[in-house]
């Protein structure tokens, strides 16, 4: 069936360290992926994006690993801080014509000082 | 602000009610969305519409009823309101096409007593 990784775990982390949070996907023909932020209160906001034909792409603090073979991919935030606590989904176009994102079910980070 | 506008915020409604929710994008985005996110934080797609016509359509109860007036705005009515409707629901917008991420709205919080 459609489904975006597990349950809904949590990341610690220190102010500063990197942080790495992972998805699994389900779908092989998925050719879109998206990292989303939740903050409390408010709705997801994009923060990076890769396409199938990557398997690497950087942003701000932020690096997208797409590892297809196994069906992976991971959110990497560099030093990490208080402002990235939040939930992160992953999210994947399945493509079949229509603009579709299927959520994982996120992962909460929390950031201590 | 360019942005997915949604209202009311809060709802808390007597179950049997019927109720609406109203979403407005000012992006030019051609396609619209909405999602109900539960108490777990998981995100379900339940309808989009491209330029006013209705393109996805998950299993939802009849009960919900999608409107589109025009491009711009994604109304979403519910008749007959159970206690398993109360989530949050969330507006989207995106251009057309398979490669691009979503702009979400803050969310409407629907409590049904």
């Known amino acids: 069936g459609e489904s975006v990784g597990l349950h809904l775990p949590t990341l610690s982390v220190q102010e500063g360290d990197n942080s790495i949070i992972n998805c699994a996907y389900s779908?092989?023909?998925?050719?879109?992926f998206i990292w989303y932020k939740q903050e409390s209160g408010k709705g997801p906001q994009f923060i990076i994006d890769?396409?199938?034909?990557?398997d690497k792409r950087q942003g701000q603090r932020v690096t997208v690993l797409l590892n297809k073979t196994v069906k992976h991919l991971s959110l990497q935030i560099a030093a990490t801080q208080p402002g990235d606590s939040a939930v992160y989904f992953c999210?994947?176009?399945?493509?079949?014509?229509?603009?579709?994102?299927?959520f994982g079910a996120g992962t909460r980070l929390a950031v201590h000082p | 602000d360019t942005a997915v506008s949604q209202t009311p915020k809060y709802l808390v409604t007597q179950m049997g009610n019927d109720k609406s929710i109203k979403c407005e994008q000012n992006?030019?985005?051609?396609?619209m969305y909405w999602y109900k996110q539960d108490s777990k934080k998981f995100l379900k797609i339940m309808f989009s519409?491209?330029?006013?016509?209705?393109?996805i359509n998950e299993t939802v109860p009849n009960r919900f009823s999608p409107k589109s007036p025009d491009k711009a705005h994604l109304n979403l009515h519910i008749n007959s309101l159970e206690l398993g409707d109360s989530a949050v629901y969330f507006c989207?917008?995106?251009?057309?096409?398979?490669?691009?991420?979503?702009?979400f709205g803050s969310g409407t919080r629907l409590t049904v007593v």
């Open positions: 999210a994947e176009n399945i493509g079949g014509g229509y603009n579709k994102l299927i």
């Open positions: 989207a917008s995106s251009q057309g096409g398979t490669t691009y991420g979503y702009t």
């Open positions: 992006l030019g985005h051609d396609t």
């Open positions: 890769i396409r199938s034909n990557m």
């Open positions: 519409y491209n330029n006013k016509e209705l393109i």
């Open positions: 779908n092989s023909a998925s050719d879109y």
